[in-house]
């Protein structure tokens, strides 16, 4: 208590986080003052007596995730969100609690021990990044971030584990001054993270999640380079009971038969390391799902629990494990023919029903909306379990409304037009090549919309991407080629723009040179077959 004390006193005299440049620099963020609950320390005796009861020990159990038995209901009759999840704890006395998870918990944590930093850190962890959601406490309202930046203004001792919860909550432009930090960004908050305590195995898989966004390959740790692959196994060198890091050992590998040896010497590939995975975490939801997506469909895999489990087993476990993951109702129904269905809490699913319940347990998250979409072709129309009815456009738009980063919607929205058809996106009309554009300024990488704006370019016309770049359709494929050398399709529409006189060759950028017959059979040049494109 008295070294609490002290922190209050020292809170008016040193701030946590300021900004370098400033006030008002719009990219810096401005904490605020220091809350007035903290002059409510030391606690009344009531809430000394309440520190031994169900509150104060969930709390402790979060953290630890010990001592916890969650429910989670299924989200099929229309069934509550995650964060209305009901949480059964056993008290020290025996009795249990009911008691939602994991907000409200938190709240009556934070509501009983207001400097307890641990709590903060861990309430931001509840809510979605990029201030999406907000907590109320006290009459107030937090996004994840403030309570980042409370935690900091009460003094944070683990400092490492804060500046990762921080850098969770930045979108990919945004940038914070804390401390020594000056415009840092989500990758460099998490490698100071790691600076600051290198025996946190949860820092090295956070650094990895974070390079595997921004599309990268290795990071720079000080002295050494990380690979991603090598990211994971110092986790596991020094946690080697980290499900996590097993499970991104295997997604890390370049093929599911590729073979790696982990920090106790044994050697093993992508379904050794998730079944591994499982082994260390029965309730990892992921790992479930990811070992689904590398077996064949009527393959079955055999579990270290004694398990044989089928694809479809395997992705309905995951939903099992984590009804609230869009993701694994969209990888299901990805898994489904057009007219095939899956059984799934007693209810025949098409591909259709189930990125509809994908989009109902997750509204906010933009793939589920874009795969809804991919799914409605030929007008077809769906009613959301919210009333409202889409089709494939309006799917489309609101995936650009969740997430305005992503190319693939903007992509997608596009072949849904007719060649000089327009659609209006947030208020503003757009062509279709416009909406090409935007996919290509979002991802300048993005190979198939280089194509598809190739095919609706008319002859002898140029498109003005919007870093000033001017190209026809012969460039436009180029590119495509450039940015994903198995785009097949780039191949045989760059012939179209050859003369039809023999000996005409077109030179690639990477310096091939193609005739005509070399790009229609360019998938026997290069020993690939394809199956669908």
Same mark, same amino acid.
């Given at each position: 208590?008295?070294?609490?004390?002290?922190?209050? #006193?020292?809170?008016?005299?040193?701030?946590?986080?300021?900004?370098?440049?400033?006030?008002?620099?719009?990219?810096?963020?401005?904490?605020?003052?220091?809350?007035?609950?903290?002059?409510?320390?030391?606690?009344?005796?009531?809430?000394?007596?309440?520190?031994?009861?169900?509150?104060?020990?969930?709390?402790?159990?979060?953290?630890?995730?010990?001592?916890?038995?969650?429910?989670?209901?299924?989200?099929?009759?229309?069934?509550?969100?995650?964060?209305?999840?009901?949480?059964?704890?056993? #008290?020290?006395?025996?009795?249990?609690?009911?008691?939602?998870?994991?907000? *409200?918990?938190?709240?009556?944590?934070?509501?009983?021990?207001?400097?307890?930093?641990?709590?903060?850190?861990?309430?931001?962890?509840?809510?979605?990044?990029?201030?999406?959601?907000?907590?109320?406490?006290?009459?107030?309202?937090?996004?994840?971030?403030?309570?980042?930046?409370?935690?900091?203004?009460?003094?944070?001792?683990? !400092?490492?584990?804060?500046?990762?919860?921080?850098?969770?909550?930045?979108?990919?432009?945004?940038?914070?001054?804390?401390?020594?930090?000056?415009?840092?960004?989500?990758?460099?908050?998490?490698?100071?993270?790691?600076?600051?305590?290198?025996?946190?195995?949860?820092?090295?898989?956070?650094?990895?999640?974070?390079?595997?966004?921004?599309?990268?390959?290795?990071?720079?740790?000080?002295?050494?380079?990380?690979?991603?692959?090598?990211?994971?196994?110092?986790?596991?060198?020094?946690?080697?009971?980290?499900?996590?890091?097993?499970?991104?050992?295997?997604?890390?590998?370049?093929?599911?038969?590729?073979?790696?040896?982990?920090?106790?010497?044994?050697?093993?590939?992508?379904? #050794?390391?998730?079944? +591994?995975?499982?082994?260390?975490?029965?309730?990892?939801?992921?790992?479930?799902?990811?070992?689904?997506?590398?077996?064949?469909?009527?393959?079955?895999?055999?579990?270290?629990?004694?398990?044989?489990?089928?694809?479809?087993?395997?992705?309905?476990?995951?939903?099992?494990?984590?009804?609230?993951?869009?993701?694994?109702?969209?990888?299901?129904?990805?898994?489904?023919?057009?007219?095939?269905?899956?059984?799934?809490?007693?209810?025949?699913? +098409?591909?259709?029903?189930?990125?509809?319940?994908?989009?109902?347990?997750?509204?906010?998250?933009?793939?589920?909306?874009?795969?809804?979409?991919?799914?409605?072709?030929?007008?077809?129309?769906?009613?959301?379990?919210?009333?409202?009815?889409?089709?494939?456009?309006?799917?489309?738009?609101?995936?650009?409304?969740?997430?305005?980063?992503?190319?693939?919607?903007?992509?997608?929205?596009?072949? !849904?037009?007719?060649?000089?058809?327009?659609?209006?996106?947030?208020?503003?009309?757009?062509?279709?090549?416009?909406?090409?554009?935007?996919?290509?300024?979002?991802? *300048?990488?993005?190979?198939?919309?280089?194509?598809?704006?190739?095919?609706?370019?008319?002859?002898?016309?140029?498109?003005?991407?919007?870093?000033?770049?001017?190209?026809?359709?012969?460039?436009?494929?180029?590119?495509?080629?450039? !940015?994903?050398?198995?785009?097949?399709?780039?191949?045989?529409?760059?012939?179209? +723009?050859?003369?039809?006189?023999?000996?005409?060759?077109?030179?690639?950028?990477?310096?091939?040179?193609?005739?005509?017959?070399?790009?229609?059979?360019?998938? *026997?040049?290069?020993?690939?077959?394809?199956?669908?494109?």
């Amino acid at each position: 208590q008295q070294q609490q004390q002290q922190q209050v #006193q020292q809170t008016d005299q040193t701030s946590a986080a300021t900004a370098s440049s400033g006030e008002g620099h719009p990219s810096v963020y401005q904490p605020r003052a220091p809350p007035n609950v903290l002059k409510q320390w030391p606690p009344s005796e009531h809430v000394q007596r309440l520190r031994h009861t169900a509150f104060w020990h969930v709390e402790v159990a979060l953290s630890s995730r010990l001592q916890l038995l969650a429910t989670r209901r299924s989200p099929l009759g229309g069934l509550p969100r995650p964060e209305r999840e009901i949480l059964v704890v056993r #008290q020290s006395s025996g009795k249990r609690s009911a008691l939602t998870l994991p907000r *409200d918990v938190y709240v009556n944590a934070y509501s009983l021990s207001p400097l307890c930093v641990s709590v903060l850190i861990n309430m931001s962890l509840t809510l979605k990044p990029e201030g999406r959601e907000s907590i109320e406490i006290n009459g107030e309202s937090f996004t994840g971030r403030e309570l980042c930046w409370r935690a900091m203004e009460l003094g944070a001792n683990d !400092t490492s584990r804060l500046f990762s919860a921080l850098g969770r909550q930045l979108s990919k432009r945004q940038r914070v001054s804390v401390f020594h930090l000056v415009e840092a960004d989500e990758l460099v908050l998490n490698v100071e993270a790691i600076h600051m305590d290198c025996e946190n195995a949860q820092g090295f898989i956070s650094v990895d999640y974070v390079i595997s966004q921004q599309g990268k390959t290795r990071i720079d740790l000080g002295p050494y380079c990380f690979s991603r692959i090598q990211l994971c196994l110092e986790a596991l060198r020094l946690d080697p009971q980290y499900a996590m890091a097993m499970n991104n050992c295997a997604t890390n590998l370049e093929e599911h038969t590729d073979t790696v040896m982990l920090p106790d010497g044994q050697h093993m590939n992508a379904r #050794q390391l998730y079944i +591994t995975a499982i082994e260390k975490d029965p309730r990892y939801s992921l790992a479930f799902s990811n070992l689904a997506w590398i077996i064949q469909k009527k393959e079955k895999v055999k579990l270290k629990d004694g398990r044989d489990m089928s694809q479809m087993d395997l992705f309905r476990e995951a939903i099992r494990l984590d009804p609230f993951n869009s993701l694994y109702y969209s990888n299901l129904g990805h898994m489904l023919k057009p007219k095939e269905t899956v059984l799934l809490d007693g209810k025949q699913l +098409t591909a259709i029903d189930l990125n509809i319940l994908a989009v109902h347990v997750d509204p906010s998250n933009s793939s589920s909306f874009n795969n809804l979409g991919a799914l409605l072709k030929f007008k077809l129309k769906v009613k959301l379990k919210d009333g409202r009815v889409v089709d494939d456009r309006a799917c489309y738009c609101e995936a650009i409304r969740l997430d305005d980063t992503s190319a693939l919607p903007w992509n997608n929205l596009a072949l !849904t037009l007719p060649d000089g058809g327009t659609y209006v996106v947030g208020g503003r009309e757009y062509t279709k090549l416009e909406l090409y554009a935007e996919a290509i300024h979002r991802c *300048d990488t993005f190979s198939a919309s280089y194509n598809n704006a190739a095919v609706c370019l008319p002859a002898g016309e140029y498109m003005t991407l919007k870093d000033g770049r001017r190209l026809n359709k012969e460039l436009l494929y180029l590119t495509a080629i450039d !940015t994903d050398a198995l785009n097949f399709r780039a191949y045989r529409n760059l012939r179209s +723009t050859m003369q039809p006189q023999n000996g005409a060759v077109v030179e690639l950028f990477d310096g091939r040179r193609l005739n005509r017959d070399q790009l229609s059979n360019i998938e *026997d040049m290069m020993g690939v077959t394809v199956e669908d494109e």
